[in-house]
């Protein structure tokens, strides 16, 4: 075969079987292999690296990709290159070497091996070569997809939690923070319900009603010189500057706020109050208010009762109604600035309740009756030192209060510098025994049970004993024989004894409490007493004398009054009231609760009981004949009995009547009931009665009797 042309590249198999063929190196780049002498009898591939550094193993591949090149074209080629020679063909094989561009540092690869027809044995290998190594693999790279996802993740984590953070503080936890900063920036004032009225029957004329006041209050963080301030203040206020200064100081609430509304005054006229804002003192302001004003002043004050400065009823029928007639306060809560800037904020946070008014109360007193019956009976009570009275006035018909009076009385418009006794409603709360007015009682049940008849007689004894005491009479019979209404006439406590032995003492205990005895009349006063009977289990041998005569027994004026309204009202009781109607804020009218009657007396026993109670206005010496009201048939009862406190028999004796009129027809029933420790009572109670129901027959326009009183034989 033709020797291969200078310059071909490749190679035809050369002599001796040897063939030049290509090889890579481990760098990528193809050198040329030389045939082996024929000594050696193998082929054998040298390589020259280019120097020892280390080398990048990345770096073949770069040089591959910007054609790299041979060792013969380096600048000035490398001394040392060796240069192998074809002893069988004579000529020389120049193995070209591939440099690396790596840096020094790196190590040369090793070379690869030649690919032959058949592996090489180990014992083919060079002495002293190491089998060329694996390239290391290259690291792996991050994976920039991967990290854009996680942080992508962890982004939308990030705003979710902060959306959900926020819509928990915009919905849920919004009131919590709002009212963590409203005691900063808030006000409320408080709008008082104007408290109801009460009047009396008319509807019209008020006996207690409010007005339009201001109250003046200070805000002890604005004050700049509080004893000046107070000095300011005092004499138009009519308090103390020391008062005043107490309140102005400085001073925190509960939740530790510093406090900026302290009351001064309540119920400050409104011209007064316009002269304290023209002092434009810092810190001090006024705002609407009410005063409870009593038109009567004393006019039925132990009825009407008072309130306190926050129109909270104390006494009477204002702490008895105060729920109906309070009605509900309201209030306005709005936004202010701070410091100089303490006003409302225009267009800030504004809410208003409004008030809800107070209902009134109509009473059943008649104002004018009531004005004459508290004269009458303060007059009548200068006669007596240290006394107490009451007075009732009732319709018999209807069972109203028409007037209730006391003594001694106070001024409701300014009760405190009263005593807590002058202001008792004595009527229902005065607790006595009776005494005679309380015979009527035994008579009328002895009537109805049949015992006696308006024509029984029979002999009557100075005195009578039962048990270990003996009762005797102020009008002796000395044995003779005394009709009944001589019996009633001269209050005789002997022949009163001997009918209620004829009654029974469980007859008479029923008929005392068919009369109203033994509980309140829920007239409609708070704190009224009950008062008291014996039961029979608890009756000694001496109370089958006492009780028949008004003693062992506990009643009230209103009781013994309600008593003869039965039987004046042809034996039919009706329970005593005060309230007529409720006014509600709209104007709308509420008749009062229908009272309670019930049957005690017939109409016949009832009127024979009142003939038989005219005796004691029309005997001659009768003990009643004081109370005889000229041109009008009168029935009633004196009484004689005992005050009791807390069941103790107080000093002195209680005088009373109790009487109605006409007679004929009664309208109305009247009980004067006076305690005087020093005794001459009696010679009080007739006389008021006389004087007290001539004016109400005149006032109501009642006709004159048409016919004298009956006749009546006392010792028949």
Same mark, same amino acid.
């Given at each position: 075969?033709?020797?291969?042309?200078?310059?071909?590249?490749?190679?035809?198999?050369?002599?001796?079987?040897?063939?030049?063929?290509?090889?890579?190196?481990?760098?990528?780049?193809?050198?040329?292999?030389?045939?082996?002498?024929?000594?050696?009898?193998?082929?054998?591939?040298?390589?020259?690296?280019?120097?020892?550094?280390?080398?990048?193993?990345?770096?073949?591949?770069?040089?591959?990709?910007?054609?790299?090149?041979?060792?013969?074209?380096?600048?000035?080629?490398?001394?040392?290159?060796?240069?192998?020679?074809?002893?069988?063909?004579?000529?020389?094989?120049?193995?070209?070497?591939?440099?690396?561009?790596?840096?020094?540092?790196?190590?040369?690869?090793?070379?690869?091996?030649?690919?032959?027809?058949?592996?090489?044995?180990?014992?083919?290998?060079?002495?002293?070569?190491?089998?060329?190594?694996?390239?290391?693999?290259?690291?792996?790279?991050?994976?920039?997809?991967?990290?854009?996802?996680?942080?992508?993740?962890?982004?939308?984590?990030?705003?979710?939690?902060?959306?959900?953070?926020?819509?928990?503080?915009?919905?849920?936890?919004?009131?919590?923070?709002?009212?963590?900063?409203?005691?900063?920036?808030?006000?409320?004032?408080?709008?008082?319900?104007?408290?109801?009225?009460?009047?009396?029957?008319?509807?019209?004329?008020?006996?207690?009603?409010?007005?339009?006041?201001?109250?003046?209050?200070?805000?002890?963080?604005?004050?700049?010189?509080?004893?000046?301030?107070?000095?300011?203040?005092?004499?138009?206020?009519?308090?103390?500057?020391?008062?005043?200064?107490?309140?102005?100081?400085?001073?925190?609430?509960?939740?530790?706020?510093?406090?900026?509304?302290?009351?001064?005054?309540?119920?400050?006229?409104?011209?007064?109050?316009?002269?304290?804002?023209?002092?434009?003192?810092?810190?001090?302001?006024?705002?609407?208010?009410?005063?409870?004003?009593?038109?009567?002043?004393?006019?039925?004050?132990?009825?009407?009762?008072?309130?306190?400065?926050?129109?909270?009823?104390?006494?009477?029928?204002?702490?008895?109604?105060?729920?109906?007639?309070?009605?509900? @306060?309201?209030?306005?809560?709005?936004?202010?600035?701070?410091? @100089?800037?303490?006003?409302?904020?225009?267009?800030?946070?504004?809410?208003?309740?409004?008030?809800?008014?107070?209902?009134?109360?109509?009473?059943?007193?008649?104002?004018?009756?009531?004005?004459?019956?508290?004269?009458?009976?303060?007059?009548?009570?200068?006669?007596?030192?240290?006394?107490?009275?009451?007075?009732?006035?009732?319709?018999?018909?209807?069972?109203?209060?028409?007037?209730?009076?006391?003594?001694?009385?106070?001024?409701?418009?300014?009760?405190?510098?009263?005593?807590?006794? @002058?202001? !008792?409603?004595?009527?229902?709360?005065?607790?006595?025994?009776?005494?005679?007015?309380?015979?009527?009682?035994?008579?009328?049940?002895?009537?109805?049970?049949?015992?006696?008849?308006?024509?029984?007689?029979?002999?009557?004894?100075?005195?009578?004993?039962?048990?270990?005491?003996?009762?005797?009479?102020?009008?002796?019979?000395?044995?003779?024989?005394?009709?009944?209404?001589?019996?009633?006439?001269?209050?005789?406590?002997?022949?009163?004894?001997?009918?209620?032995?004829?009654?029974?003492?469980?007859?008479?205990?029923?008929?005392?409490?068919?009369?109203?005895?033994?509980?309140?009349?829920?007239?409609?006063?708070?704190?009224?007493?009950?008062?008291?009977?014996?039961?029979?289990? !608890?009756?000694?041998?001496?109370?089958?004398?006492?009780?028949?005569?008004?003693?062992?027994?506990?009643?009230?004026?209103?009781?013994?009054?309600?008593?003869?309204?039965?039987?004046?009202?042809?034996?039919?009781?009706?329970?005593?009231?005060?309230?007529?109607?409720?006014?509600?804020?709209?104007?709308?009218?509420?008749?009062?609760?229908?009272?309670?009657?019930?049957?005690?007396?017939?109409?016949?026993?009832?009127?024979?009981?009142?003939?038989?109670?005219?005796?004691?206005?029309?005997?001659? @010496?009768?003990?009643?004949?004081?109370?005889?009201?000229?041109?009008?048939?009168?029935?009633?009862?004196?009484?004689?009995?005992?005050?009791?406190?807390?069941?103790?028999?107080?000093?002195?004796?209680?005088?009373?009547?109790?009487?109605?009129?006409?007679?004929?027809?009664?309208?109305?029933?009247?009980?004067?009931?006076?305690?005087?420790?020093?005794?001459?009572?009696?010679?009080?109670?007739?006389?008021?009665?006389?004087?007290?129901?001539?004016?109400?027959?005149?006032?109501?326009?009642?006709?004159?009797?048409?016919?004298?009183?009956?006749?009546?034989?006392?010792?028949?």
């Amino acid at each position: 075969m033709p020797p291969r042309a200078p310059g071909e590249r490749g190679g035809e198999p050369g002599i001796g079987g040897i063939s030049d063929a290509r090889a890579y190196t481990p760098r990528g780049r193809t050198i040329r292999e030389g045939a082996p002498t024929a000594g050696a009898g193998r082929t054998e591939q040298r390589r020259t690296p280019r120097s020892s550094r280390s080398q990048d193993p990345f770096r073949p591949a770069l040089q591959v990709l910007d054609g790299g090149r041979s060792t013969a074209n380096r600048a000035g080629g490398r001394q040392g290159a060796p240069a192998r020679r074809d002893g069988a063909a004579g000529r020389t094989t120049v193995v070209r070497t591939v440099t690396d561009r790596s840096p020094r540092d790196e190590p040369a690869a090793p070379p690869r091996r030649r690919v032959t027809g058949r592996e090489p044995r180990r014992g083919d290998r060079p002495a002293g070569r190491r089998p060329p190594r694996k390239p290391p693999r290259p690291p792996r790279l991050a994976d920039p997809g991967r990290r854009l996802r996680l942080g992508t993740a962890l982004a939308m984590a990030l705003f979710v939690a902060v959306g959900v953070r926020l819509v928990v503080l915009q919905a849920v936890d919004t009131p919590a923070y709002a009212d963590g900063g409203l005691a900063d920036r808030t006000r409320t004032v408080q709008l008082p319900a104007p408290r109801g009225a009460i009047y009396d029957r008319s509807g019209e004329a008020a006996l207690a009603h409010s007005v339009e006041a201001r109250y003046v209050y200070a805000d002890p963080t604005r004050i700049v010189d509080i004893a000046a301030t107070a000095g300011a203040l005092s004499p138009l206020l009519g308090i103390p500057a020391s008062e005043l200064a107490e309140k102005m100081r400085p001073r925190k609430r509960i939740n530790g706020v510093d406090s900026q509304f302290e009351y001064l005054a309540r119920g400050v006229e409104i011209d007064r109050a316009k002269e304290i804002m023209a002092l434009k003192l810092p810190g001090i302001n006024t705002h609407r208010d009410e005063r409870r004003e009593v038109p009567g002043g004393d006019l039925a004050a132990n009825l009407i009762g008072f309130t306190s400065l926050d129109m909270v009823g104390l006494e009477g029928l204002e702490a008895r109604f105060d729920d109906l007639l309070h009605g509900e @306060d309201g209030q306005r809560v709005f936004e202010v600035g701070l410091g @100089d800037l303490a006003a409302p904020i225009p267009g800030g946070y504004s809410i208003t309740t409004k008030a809800k008014p107070g209902s009134s109360l109509v009473l059943t007193i008649d104002r004018d009756l009531q004005y004459m019956v508290q004269r009458i009976l303060s007059e009548r009570m200068q006669q007596v030192q240290g006394s107490t009275g009451a007075a009732v006035v009732l319709d018999a018909r209807t069972g109203e209060v028409l007037a209730q009076a006391s003594h001694p009385t106070y001024n409701a418009a300014k009760p405190f510098p009263s005593e807590p006794t @002058d202001r !008792e409603d004595a009527a229902t709360s005065f607790v006595v025994d009776p005494g005679s007015v309380h015979k009527a009682i035994t008579f009328g049940a002895a009537l109805q049970e049949g015992v006696i008849t308006p024509d029984t007689s029979f002999p009557v004894a100075n005195g009578i004993r039962k048990g270990d005491t003996w009762f005797p009479d102020t009008h002796f019979a000395n044995g003779r024989r005394m009709s009944v209404a001589g019996m009633m006439a001269y209050s005789s406590n002997v022949g009163t004894i001997q009918i209620a032995d004829k009654l029974g003492a469980e007859r008479l205990l029923d008929y005392q409490r068919r009369f109203g005895l033994g509980k309140p009349t829920e007239v409609g006063m708070p704190g009224e007493a009950s008062g008291r009977l014996l039961p029979v289990q !608890e009756w000694s041998d001496s109370s089958y004398g006492s009780v028949p005569i008004g003693h062992s027994v506990d009643a009230t004026p209103l009781q013994m009054a309600a008593a003869y309204a039965a039987i004046a009202n042809d034996g039919t009781y009706i329970q005593p009231h005060l309230v007529k109607e409720t006014i509600a804020p709209d104007g709308k009218r509420t008749p009062a609760v229908q009272p309670e009657t019930r049957q005690v007396l017939s109409p016949t026993n009832a009127a024979a009981l009142r003939t038989l109670l005219e005796a004691v206005t029309t005997v001659d @010496d009768a003990t009643g004949v004081a109370a005889a009201v000229p041109g009008y048939r009168v029935a009633g009862k004196t009484g004689t009995g005992f005050r009791l406190v807390e069941g103790k028999k107080q000093p002195g004796d209680v005088a009373s009547f109790i009487g109605m009129a006409p007679a004929e027809n009664p309208k109305y029933v009247i009980a004067v009931f006076v305690h005087s420790p020093s005794g001459g009572g009696g010679q009080i109670s007739a006389p008021a009665f006389r004087d007290m129901m001539t004016f109400t027959l005149r006032h109501f326009r009642v006709p004159p009797s048409s016919e004298p009183a009956p006749k009546f034989t006392v010792f028949p």
